[in-house]
C-alpha cells in the first residue's frame, strides 16, 4: 500500500513566497505597461491635436486662433486634465507666411537646445496630473523626473518629479507645412515688367508690394486707421528725365535704414535719352522680410 505524502510547512511556505514573487512582478509588470501605454497615448494626442492647429492655420490663410483649446481634437490629455496651448500672439494677427519671427521662445532643458520664433506649444501635466512647464516665454520644458520642479503657477503649487510631455512647433516648420511660397500673405512684389516708355513722351508706371507686416503710421484723423507703408529701396540708374513722384526710395540699399513709401510707388517724366536701363526694386517690411524683383525699362527712340 503507497503511503501519501503532504507538504511540509517549510515547502509551503517556500511556494507561497515563490508564487507572491511572481505576482508582485507581474503586478509591476502590468503597472509598467499601463503607465507606457498612456504615455504613449499622450504622445499620439499631442501629435493630433498640433495637426489640428495646423489644419485650422490652413482653413484661416495662416493664423491661428485666439482660443487655441477650442478648436483641439482632444482638449484634453489622456489623463483627463484640459491641455495647455500657448500660441505666438502674432500668428492670431498675421499669417504665418507673413512673419519671419516671433516673441514665443522655447528652452527645451531635456533636449538641450534653445529655440526662437516659436509658433505654438502645447502641454499635458503628465501622470501627476500637475503641470510643471514654465508657460511663460521662454517656455522652459525640463528633463524628465528632474525632482522639485513646479513652474507653473496657475496649476497646484506642488513640486515634484517633473513628468509633463510637451510638443512645441517652430514657425519655419509651420510655413513649410502651409506652403508658405505659394501664399499671397508673404511679402512680394507684384508687377512682372515695367511698361516700355519713349524718348520725349510722357512716361508713367508704378511699382506694387503686398504682404508681409507694413509698418503702420497712425492718421492724425481719430477713427481714420493708419498708412500702410514699406522701406523700399532701388538700385540701378534711372533714364534722365524719370523720377520718383510720390515718395523717392533710398539708392544705397547697403544703409541699414531704407526711406518708407506707400505700398505703391510711381515713376513719372519724359526719358531724355534711348537705351535700356536695369532696375533692381527691395522692399522690406516691419518684421524683416525682405522682396525684390529685377526690371528692364527700355527706352526707344
Known amino acids: 500500500m503507497n503511503a501519501r505524502r503532504g507538504f511540509t510547512l517549510v515547502e509551503l511556505a517556500i511556494t ?13 509588470l502590468f503597472g509598467i505597461l499601463v503607465k507606457q501605454k498612456k504615455h504613449r497615448e499622450n504622445e499620439n494626442r499631442l501629435e493630433e491635436n498640433a495637426a489640428t492647429l495646423v489644419q485650422y492655420a490652413l482653413e484661416h490663410r495662416g493664423r491661428l486662433p485666439g482660443d487655441c483649446t477650442t478648436v483641439l481634437r482632444y482638449p484634453k490629455d489622456a489623463y483627463g486634465k484640459p491641455f495647455l496651448c500657448l500660441v505666438a500672439p502674432e500668428l492670431k494677427v498675421y499669417s504665418a507666411c507673413a512673419r519671419r519671427t516671433t516673441s514665443l521662445r522655447v528652452m527645451d532643458q531635456e533636449a538641450g537646445a534653445s529655440h526662437e520664433n516659436v509658433a505654438f506649444v502645447l502641454v499635458s501635466g503628465g501622470k501627476n496630473y500637475n503641470i510643471q512647464t514654465r508657460a511663460t516665454s521662454p517656455v522652459t520644458i525640463y528633463p524628465f523626473e528632474k525632482e522639485d520642479v513646479d513652474d507653473y503657477p496657475d496649476d497646484f503649487n506642488r513640486p515634484e518629479p517633473y513628468d ?59 477713427g481714420a486707421g493708419g498708412t500702410e507703408k514699406y522701406e523700399w529701396c532701388v ?44 532696375l533692381t526694386f527691395h522692399v522690406r517690411d516691419a518684421d524683416g522680410n525682405e522682396a525684390e524683383k529685377r526690371f528692364v525699362l527700355t527706352v526707344s527712340n
Open 235 to 278: 538700385e540701378g540708374t534711372l533714364p534722365r528725365g524719370l523720377r520718383f513722384r510720390n515718395c523717392s526710395p533710398t539708392r544705397n540699399c547697403s544703409r541699414r535704414s531704407w526711406r518708407k513709401c506707400e505700398k505703391a510707388i510711381s515713376l513719372r517724366g519724359k526719358p531724355r535719352k534711348s537705351g535700356t536701363f536695369k
Open 16 to 28: 507561497l513566497v515563490i508564487v507572491g514573487l511572481l505576482l508582485g512582478m507581474g503586478a509591476s
Open 164 to 222: 509633463d510631455q510637451v510638443y512645441y512647433l517652430l514657425l519655419a516648420e509651420l510655413k513649410e507645412k502651409l506652403l508658405c511660397h505659394r501664399s499671397e500673405e508673404r511679402l512680394r512684389i507684384l508687377n512682372e515688367t515695367l511698361p516700355e516708355a519713349r524718348k520725349g513722351k510722357l512716361y508713367k508706371a508704378t511699382v506694387y508690394a503686398e504682404g508681409g507686416v507694413p509698418f503702420v503710421e497712425s492718421s492724425i484723423f481719430p
